[in-house]
């Protein structure tokens, strides 16, 4: 049986399985804690900071990341304090800043009461992506292909497929696609084909050979019948079909 430690969080108890993260430990429990970076099936990496919180133990106090901070036997939580408040209205503006025109972002800064950047208008920038990351873990954990890494240092870094050029080794999966928080990855599929610019990528759809709807990349069906040594043919027929 897993061992189990007692916290407080916002002045109430609870009881969490330890390894279990104060952001897990507190969705478990129905208390929201805004993330950005952050994916149940990747492994956290605390790049956006916005799931801060103030921790105290003993008589010491400090702003963590919940997505990384293991729960404790004792430890005291606060997820929305007022230093907690403070910090992520920094960082919302910080990143509306980046992102002055992404919709996600402009809908978080506006829950915290931020409507325009505090920057002043030479030092905003129109980019929707924040630099998380997540599509690169996405890629490299789940999927399993790494097909694209984060480039170049301090405000020039950003995700990119290997030396600039088309991700060779992408399979259209759109994982990155369906894991992006502010929805800077563009995914299309249309007259056949599976779209995602950011990688200057191109795939032809598998067409489901009794219904004749297009549903995947022929590349990703390859990729996953190698990858579970399936018969030819296999994915001859949609998922709907089968
Ligand atoms: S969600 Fe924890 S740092 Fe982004």
Excluded at 5 to 31: H, M, R, W
Excluded at 175 to 203: H, L
């Amino acid at each position: 049986m897993s061992e189990s430690v007692t916290l407080t969080i916002n002045g109430q108890k609870y009881s969490a399985e330890k390894g279990k993260t104060v952001l897990q430990v507190a969705a478990d429990n129905g208390i929201k804690i805004p993330t950005l970076c952050h994916h149940e099936e990747i492994e956290p990496y605390g790049a956006c900071r916005l799931c801060i919180v103030e921790i105290t133990r003993g008589t010491r106090n400090r702003i963590v990341t919940s997505c990384l901070y293991p729960v404790e036997e004792g430890l005291v939580v606060q997820t929305d304090s007022p230093r907690v408040v403070r910090n992520r209205k920094m960082l919302l503006d910080l990143l509306l800043a980046r992102c002055s025109e992404n919709k996600v972002i402009k809908g978080l800064a506006a829950e915290y009461g931020i409507e325009k950047p505090s920057f002043r208008e030479e030092y905003r920038e129109k980019h929707d992506c924040i630099v998380c990351g997540l599509c690169v873990r996405a890629c490299e954990q789940v999927v399993g292909v790494s097909a694209i890494s984060l480039v170049n240092r301090g405000i020039h870094k950003e995700p990119k497929p290997p030396y600039l050029e088309r991700a060779k080794a992408c399979i259209g999966c759109g994982s990155c696609f369906y894991v992006c928080p502010t929805n800077a990855i563009q995914m299309e599929d249309k007259n056949g084909i599976r779209r995602i610019d950011r990688w200057k990528v191109e795939f032809k759809l598998k067409k489901c050979s009794k219904c004749g709807i297009e549903w995947a990349p022929v590349a990703q069906l390859e990729y996953i019948r190698k990858k579970w040594d399936l018969p030819a043919g296999f994915f001859d027929i949609c998922p709907n079909c089968k």
